[in-house]
């Protein structure tokens, strides 16, 4: 996992409450077992006016022109303002994978309790009004910022999520700190019990 601490991205607002993990990928494509390859297919419903399918060239599929993503003054944002209970519904990795994949890094809706509705209805508004617009989420300070300086918005995290972020570490990542330690024990296990080499 990339590690997170101070990142400035391009916003692009999705201005719809109850985004579910459907609406973010559908489910014809959580078929595949990779953890690669979903980020074209992000928002699919929305973004294309086709139904896709997974091994579809989405190159040769047409753009809905009125999707916030596949206008010209969003591409290539990274960082997603949205509203209130962003990422409902059933519980699914790839909703994660596809964000990650298509190019976010930072996802800011009330629900996620980082800004208030005030503060994120603001947002929308500065956004709305200025092309171009550049946010700064400052993970050591705990602070949303902007380039003008005019906005600073604290926010409160979870301090072994933040430990975690700041230091690039997932689930994986934090077994593997100790991976000395398991293969030792491992070791010790099968120099004492030999015979379970041969019973897997």
Request: proline share 6%; with cysteine.
């Amino acid at each position: 996992m990339e590690k997170f601490t101070i990142y400035e991205g391009l916003v692009a607002p999705l201005d719809r409450n109850n985004v579910d993990t459907d609406a973010i990928i559908p489910k014809q494509f959580l078929k595949s077992i990779r953890r690669t390859g979903f980020g074209p297919n992000l928002f699919d419903e929305w973004r294309y006016l086709d139904h896709g399918e997974p091994g579809m060239d989405n190159e040769r599929r047409p753009l809905n022109p009125d999707f916030v993503l596949n206008q010209p003054r969003y591409q290539g944002a990274s960082i997603l303002l949205t509203r209130k209970n962003f990422g409902c519904g059933s519980s699914r990795e790839h909703a994660p994978w596809a964000l990650e994949q298509y190019g976010f890094r930072a996802i800011l809706a009330p629900s996620f309790a980082v800004l208030t509705e005030a503060q994120i209805d603001h947002l929308f508004n500065e956004v709305k009004a200025f092309p171009g617009y550049r946010l700064v989420v400052d993970l050591e300070q705990q602070r949303i910022l902007s380039k003008d300086g005019k906005i600073s918005y604290p926010f409160q995290v979870d301090a072994f999520r933040k430990y975690c972020l700041m230091n690039g570490l997932d689930d994986i990542g934090l077994t593997l700190r100790h991976a000395d330690s398991i293969r030792a024990f491992e070791e010790r296990h099968l120099a004492n019990q030999p015979w379970l080499a041969n019973s897997i």
